[in-house]
């Protein structure tokens, strides 16, 4: 599932390698993604990308005109690739951009630029979309039409929002029940953080995700905000040096406890629990998370 510091090294990169061009064909394997009309899809074709933005687990591809959001959900994964390579069965949707005359725009992130993976600008590129189980959604929204797009309006702050400061922090997570794990990964609380940094976040504040909001002390919620603030940027920044070019990699390996389950704890040296319940993986340590 591709969260927040994912989907933040997905925007700088595309943005790097797209802006500019002009959308040449709209290929859909797997229509059942996609959340728009054929006279819609068409229209796209001809509009110059102007920018690639984000939104909690959504990723805004901002044309002339309109826009295509993705939400790639538990499943989807996009990539790059350069037209005529084979695309996988589970390939969904394929954008393919044609050359561009500006280059790389001024505001490229700093680590995309002169990167070996950015396609030079005379080639054309290809934007794929695979998804094996088709849960998420691609949503073309034209100028103008009030489309709806599924968790948009919902969303809470960005994780990583400097808005959510301690203050902020503490009003909203005092007004929310429930198990500290499950309040992280919801949406309307703050946007962004999904299975895998929810694990990430609880271990940096040594916190065990089953514990309740209403039974954390006030230093403890402080730590939770702390925790939250430090592993976002960390991850994001361990993502920039791992994840090119295979963006269609989900890249967990360097993750501290989520799936390292019966490995030692970097902090303590305990064992690393592990269980799966409804299917999704909860890691944690008993040593130091209390």
């Not at 589970?90 to 725009?105: C, D, E, H, Q």
């Not at 500290?180 to 976040?201: P, R, T």
Request: aromatic share 8%.
């Amino acid at each position: 599932m591709p969260e927040l510091p994912d989907l933040t090294v997905l925007r700088e990169a595309f943005e790097a390698a797209l802006t500019g061009r002009p959308v040449e064909i709209w290929t859909v394997p797997q229509p059942l993604v996609v959340r728009g009309t054929t006279p819609e899809a068409e229209a796209l074709i001809g509009q110059t990308l102007i920018g690639v933005e984000r939104r909690g687990k959504f990723l805004i591809f901002a044309l002339e005109r309109d826009r295509v959001v993705i939400n790639a959900m538990l499943t989807g994964r996009l990539g790059l690739a350069r037209p005529g390579t084979k695309a996988l069965n589970s390939t969904a949707l394929v954008m393919t951009f044609g050359a561009r005359a500006t280059g790389a725009p001024a505001n490229a992130a700093g680590w995309t630029r002169r990167a070996a993976w950015l396609p030079a600008d005379d080639e054309r590129v290809e934007l794929r979309y695979r998804d094996p189980t088709r849960m998420g959604k691609v949503y073309i929204v034209p100028a103008g039409v009030p489309r709806v797009v599924a968790g948009w309006d919902s969303q809470g702050p960005e994780a990583d929002d400097p808005y959510l400061d301690l203050a902020i922090w503490r009003q909203r997570i005092a007004r929310r029940p429930g198990e500290i794990k499950s309040l992280l990964k919801d949406q309307s609380f703050v946007a962004g953080i999904g299975n895998g940094y929810s694990d990430e976040v609880l271990w940096a504040a040594r916190l065990a995700p089953f514990r309740k909001r209403a039974s954390l002390a006030a230093e403890e919620v402080d730590a939770l905000h702390q925790a939250t603030r430090d592993v976002i940027p960390w991850a994001i920044d361990e993502l920039r040096r791992r994840v090119p070019p295979r963006f269609e990699v989900e890249v967990r390996d360097f993750l501290r406890v989520h799936r390292k389950g019966g490995t030692p704890c970097p902090r303590c040296g305990t064992t690393i629990s592990e269980i799966s319940p409804g299917g999704f993986v909860t890691s944690w340590c008993r040593g130091c998370q209390r």
